[in-house]
Every structure is written in structure tokens, then in C-alpha cells.
């Protein structure tokens, strides 16, 4: 079965500084992963979705995502922090439900906190 | 009004009352969704409608009882609830089900169970 897996739980960095939020999934190479952001008492925003057409996804807000394979990882990176990017995120890979239809399977989320 | 829309926001009930969670897409989806989401769980997927028809019901117990009586709203009836039922219960739609379309979530209700 799929299993994601996003390393840290919490994240700190400070605003200007690299953002690396990381994934990994189990090793069946999955159609689709997604990265997904949640803000303060909101509902979940799709950030990026890789199809296979690119192995390097860019999103909305600056955040892209590198799809490799050989490490079976999805990581989420952004050149400079905002102080806005503080956020939980989520990485989800595509797999199979009993009933052989398609659904997402989540990681528990990362905590983003971005120091001024 | 756009996207998904939840009501209410924050809904705090005794273990004995019924309530009703509101979820309405304005994207002309053919999916809809109600996921769970619990402090320090996975999103746990409880139901899924395609075109007004439950495909996917992920052994949720009968005291969730969901209704979608068109493609663009959807209910999630609530009876003698279980304070571990506490949870932010948010309503996704997408373009359709199982095909990897992206889900657009809406703000999701706070549900208190005293």
C-alpha cells in the first residue's frame, strides 16, 4: 500500500531564507503527488500537482517541487521565506482504495514557521 | 460567490443532538467529499459522491450519514455523536472522482462535541 512520509513535523526558518519541506512516498511510483497548503482557519489550497510531464513542478507562491525517483521523494522548496509562507503543508501521493478507485493518500502535514 | 463554501464555521453540540454540515461547490465539479481532520492524523477520507452517487465510504460509522442531492451541494447529517468525533470536517470538490483531479477544499466546519 502507499505510504507518504514528510520528514519534521515543525519547520522554522527565518524570512529570506531557503524553505525545504520534505517527502518521501512508498517505492511504487505513484501517477500523481501533490503538495498542498493550509493556512490559519482555512481549508486545504493545491500549491502543485506532478503528472510525469516534469520532474521539477512549479507552483503558485514561488514553491516548486522536484520529483526523484531514485530517492522516491517529492520535496517542496522555496528560495526565500515569506513571512506569509507560514502555513501547514501537506504532501499527498495517488493511490488505490478496495474498492479500486483512485484516492489521496496524506502525510501528517508540516508545520512552516517564518521568523522575522 | 466562487469555490467551496461550509456552514457553519464552528458548531459545538450535545451527544444527544442531530445537526446538519452544509457544503456547497460553485465550480460545476462532478465530484464532491467529506474528509476528517484530526491534530496529528492523516486527512481521513469519509465519503465520496460522483455525480450525486456515493462511490466511496470508508467504513464511517452510521452516526455520519452524508446526502448529496445534486452535484454541487452536499450534507453530512450528524446524530448521538462521540467526543472523539471533535474535528475539523472539511468538504473538497473536484472535477471528477479517482482521476487525480485536484481537490479545491472549502474552509471546513469546527465541530465540538461536549
Known amino acids: 500500500a502507499q505510504s507518504v512520509t514528510q520528514l519534521g513535523s515543525h519547520v522554522s526558518v527565518s524570512e529570506g531564507a531557503l524553505v525545504l519541506l520534505r517527502c518521501n512516498y512508498s517505492?511504487?511510483?505513484?501517477?500523481?503527488l501533490f503538495w498542498y497548503v493550509q493556512y490559519p482557519n482555512q481549508g486545504l489550497q493545491l500549491l502543485l500537482k506532478?503528472?510525469?510531464?516534469a520532474t521539477l513542478v512549479k507552483g503558485i507562491n514561488g514553491f516548486e517541487a522536484e520529483f526523484k525517483k531514485s530517492e522516491t521523494s517529492f520535496h517542496l522548496t522555496k528560495p526565500s521565506a515569506h513571512m506569509s509562507d507560514a502555513a501547514e503543508y501537506f504532501c499527498?501521493?495517488?493511490?488505490?482504495?478496495?474498492?479500486?478507485?483512485?484516492?489521496?493518500?496524506w502525510g501528517l502535514g508540516t508545520s512552516l514557521a517564518v521568523n522575522p | 460567490e466562487t469555490g467551496v463554501t461550509q456552514t457553519p464555521r464552528h458548531l459545538v453540540m450535545g451527544m444527544t443532538n442531530k445537526k446538519s454540515l452544509k457544503c456547497e461547490q460553485h465550480?460545476?465539479?462532478?465530484?464532491m467529499y467529506w474528509y476528517k481532520q484530526s491534530a496529528k492524523k492523516p486527512l481521513e477520507l469519509m465519503f465520496v459522491?460522483?455525480?450525486?452517487?456515493?462511490?466511496e465510504n470508508n467504513s464511517v460509522p452510521s452516526r455520519f450519514s452524508p446526502e448529496c442531492p445534486n452535484s454541487s451541494h452536499l450534507f453530512l447529517h450528524l446524530h448521538t455523536l462521540q467526543p472523539e468525533d471533535s474535528a475539523l470536517y472539511l468538504c473538497?470538490?473536484?472535477?471528477?472522482?479517482?482521476?487525480?483531479?485536484?481537490?479545491?477544499f472549502g474552509n471546513g466546519t469546527r465541530l465540538t462535541v461536549t
Open positions: 465550480l460545476g465539479h462532478n465530484a
Open positions: 473538497a470538490s473536484s472535477q471528477e472522482a479517482g482521476t487525480g483531479s485536484p481537490l479545491h
Open positions: 499527498a501521493v495517488s493511490g488505490w482504495s478496495a474498492g479500486n478507485n483512485r484516492k489521496l493518500i
Open positions: 517505492s511504487s511510483v505513484p501517477p500523481y
Open positions: 506532478y503528472t510525469s510531464a
Open positions: 459522491y460522483s455525480l450525486e452517487e456515493r462511490v
